[in-house]
């Protein structure tokens, strides 16, 4: 299985900290995206990262890609206690019919930023 | 205004019965899907849609079947509903991954369903 699996389940942190998750996955991707989810809501686009990159930038989000093991991570750097979520990554293949693109998510790290 | 909109947000409702879950799309996407997130937070896809087309159908059971009157809905239609079908479906939309893909996802708030 290509699915996402987040490490820790859960971090528990204090705010100003900076919050690191794991993500490994089994199969060739093509690219590996992260989600955020809110209690209760739906799961928002953070970054995508492309099989052909190791490290992109998008504000205090930092992701690294290791697609020799297969690995990637999310640093949140200076956090706040509005970044209380779950994360989830979830690798992605582009099958050959129409270019659909489908993402297997995890269980997701759920964070917690304590002021 | 909203991208990705569902109705309803709850559903309660008995085993046995049939119910339906409407999704619409505002952000001229190509690319629809559907997942279910069980009560652990895993979150799996069940289908998708590129312009009315199914082009994903992971192992669902066949009481679960999705329509997709035009490329801005996709709608969930579940029959003989049973408790295991209790969880949270979202709904989802994407630009279809062609030339300069691959895109991101867009989620609607989700559907509670829960069936007692």
């Known amino acids: 299985s290509q699915q996402g699996e987040e490490d820790p389940q859960a971090l528990s942190i204090q705010e100003g900290e900076n919050a690191t998750m794991n993500c490994s996955y089994k199969t060739s991707i093509n690219n590996l995206q992260w989600y955020r989810q809110n209690s209760g809501r739906g799961l928002v686009h953070l970054i995508l990262?492309?099989?052909?990159?190791r490290e992109k930038h998008s504000g205090r989000l930092r992701v690294t890609l290791d697609t020799s093991k297969k690995s990637s991570s999310l640093l949140i750097t200076a956090s706040r206690a509005a970044d209380t979520a779950s994360y989830f990554c979830a690798p992605g293949i582009i099958a050959p019919i129409q270019g659909a693109q489908k993402l297997v998510f995890g269980q997701g790290t759920r964070l917690t930023i304590n002021p | 205004d909203t991208a990705v909109s569902q109705t309803p947000k709850y559903l309660v409702t008995q085993m046995g019965n049939d119910k339906s879950i409407k999704c619409e799309q505002n952000?001229?996407?190509?690319?629809m899907y559907w997942y279910k997130q069980d009560s652990k937070k895993f979150l799996k896809i069940m289908f998708s849609y590129n312009n009315k087309e199914l082009i994903i159908n992971e192992t669902v059971p066949n009481r679960f079947s999705p329509k997709s009157p035009d490329k801005a809905h996709l709608n969930l239609h579940i029959n003989s509903l049973e408790l295991g079908d209790s969880a949270v479906y979202f709904c989802?939309?994407?630009?279809?991954?062609?030339?300069?893909?691959?895109?991101?996802?867009?989620f609607g708030p989700g559907t509670r369903l829960t069936v007692t």
């Open positions: 990262i492309r099989s052909n990159e």
């Open positions: 952000l001229g996407h190509d690319t």
């Open positions: 989802a939309s994407s630009q279809v991954s062609r030339a300069g893909g691959p895109y991101e996802q867009y």
